[in-house]
């Protein structure tokens, strides 16, 4: 009996042993290397800009014109948007009235509707979602070069600045965009393939 309790004093030791270092990493490394997130809830509704410096997911809805410039923003099913959205990488599975403006890549996924203008130089439509309005993937597109070149200065004049352009003209693209034969043969080809969708 001596020797079972020796033994299993030895075994509590080097589970012991072995639990702590699987405590250690989940707590400083993994929370150091995520980027923080900023959430507009189901219940909440928000009248003004936004301005944020890290990702939005948005489940509520908003009114007003979104500025993540360096991050991404996710508008939920139940989400909803009425102004300008600027980001660097865009998922919407929710309602769009607005005109978008990204860097990377805009993802319209099944169930979204959207209405305005997308100016992005990677867009995906899903099967399934409905889209209103025009395309420009130009990535030499003024409006997309200025506003995202600019954004390490002051965010807010850059904000007021680079909407002005797109609300102006009540959501079209300036004529330089719309003459651009290939971005006008894509928009017909998306306003194609979703009335079919």
Known sequence: MFNKA???????????????????????PVNNARSSLS????????EGDINSDEDLTVEGRISGIIAC???????????YIKGDVFAHT???SGEVKGNLVVLHRATIHKG?????????????LEDGSAFHGT???NPDNEILKSTFNQSTFNDNSVSAKKSSPLSSTDGAPPKKSTTDK????????????QTEA
């Open 135 to 137: 395309i420009d993937m």
């Open 90 to 92: 865009l998922h919407v």
């Open 69 to 79: 410039k360096q991050h991404t923003v996710t508008l939920g099913a139940n989400g």
């Open 6 to 28: 020796k033994n299993a004093s030895s075994e509590n030791i080097s589970a012991t042993l072995i639990a702590k270092p699987h405590s250690s990493p989940q707590h400083s």
């Open 112 to 124: 979204a509707h959207v209405s305005g203008t997308i100016i992005a130089p990677c867009l995906v």
């Open 182 to 193: 290939p971005a006008a043969t894509k928009s017909q080809a998306v306003q194609h393939d």
């Open 39 to 46: 959430v507009i809830g189901s219940n909440t509704q928000v």
